[in-house]
Each structure stands twice: as structure tokens, then as C-alpha cells.
């Protein structure tokens, strides 16, 4: 393979890559090493739009401001759906950070017995977004079957 060249990520027990997501690391420029870096060290995370889904977020690249503080201006998402273990709460019955934290946990990547964390979809988003509202409209609109 060339310089450049896009490489597919093959499902193995840890990870599913839907054809969405596939083509959206392709839309972006992604590889699945950044796509696993930003689900193992994200910056920040939201509950996602489907049934027991997250979106997490990474800067692209950040400075650091005089006072410490980071300053980005593109944003990178991946939105998944980790296998749900024996949860502390049932998902309508509890707060967004109650199933984020109980459900998502961030240093929660053991094995998974096979179960596999399925990567629904990726994005750029241009600037700083919202917090609990970082999925864009057409993300969500492409995604329609998908999820």
C-alpha cells in the first residue's frame, strides 16, 4: 500500500466497524489507531441519540492557552456502542451521567467474553461544539438505518 492509501479495519472480538463508520473514517481521513485512541483517551463524552450509545470527543489538535487551559478548532466524534454488563441502573430510570458512568466507563475496556464494541459512526465537527448536543443533523440523518 502507498502513502495515503486507506486501510479498512477487519472486525475482531474487541471491535465492530459498521459500513457507516467505514465510510465516514474514509470521508475524514481516520484510522482505526485514532479512532481507538479517541475512544480510550477522550476529551469529552455525551450520551448518544440510540439506545445505549455514546458519542466521545477528542480535539484534533489543541494549544494551550498562558493560563493552561486547552483551545482547539476542530473536533473529532466517534459514536459507539459498548456491550452493557450488569448495569447499576435501568436506562429510564436514571440520569444521562448516571448511565454514562455506570454504562461507559471510561477505564472499562477489559475483555468482553467476545462481545464487541461496535463503532457506529465518526465525524469532524468544524469549531467547538455544544455540549449535549455535538451530533450534527446530517450525521444524524445519514445514519437512519444504521442505529
Known amino acids: 500500500m502507498g502513502f495515503g492509501a486507506f486501510r479498512i479495519p477487519k472486525n475482531n472480538d474487541k471491535y465492530y466497524w459498521t459500513r ?4 465516514k473514517m474514509m470521508q475524514y481521513g481516520l484510522s ?3 479512532i481507538k ?14 439506545k445505549d450509545t455514546v458519542a466521545v470527543m ?10 493552561g487551559t486547552k483551545k482547539w478548532t476542530q473536533e473529532l ?10 448495569s447499576k441502573c435501568k436506562i429510564k430510570s436514571c440520569s444521562q451521567e448516571e448511565k454514562i458512568s455506570n454504562n ?4 472499562d475496556f477489559g475483555n468482553f467474553g467476545g462481545r464487541q464494541i461496535k463503532i457506529i459512526s465518526a465525524w ?14 446530517e450525521i444524524i440523518e445519514e445514519l437512519g438505518d444504521v442505529i
Not at 457507516?20 to 465510510?23: A, D, L, P, R, T
Not at 477528542?58 to 493560563?67: H, R
Not at 466524534?77 to 450488569?86: A, D, G, I, S, T
Not at 461507559?104 to 477505564?107: I, Y
Open 20 to 23: 457507516h463508520s467505514i465510510g
Open 32 to 34: 482505526e489507531q485514532r
Open 37 to 50: 485512541r479517541i475512544i480510550r483517551s477522550y476529551e469529552r463524552i455525551e450520551y448518544g441519540v440510540a
Open 58 to 67: 477528542q480535539p484534533k489538535s489543541f494549544k494551550f492557552q498562558k493560563d
Open 77 to 86: 466524534w466517534v459514536m459507539y456502542q459498548k456491550p452493557v454488563k450488569n
Open 104 to 107: 461507559f466507563s471510561k477505564f
Open 124 to 137: 469532524c465537527y468544524p469549531g467547538v461544539s455544544p455540549k449535549n448536543n455535538p451530533i450534527p443533523k
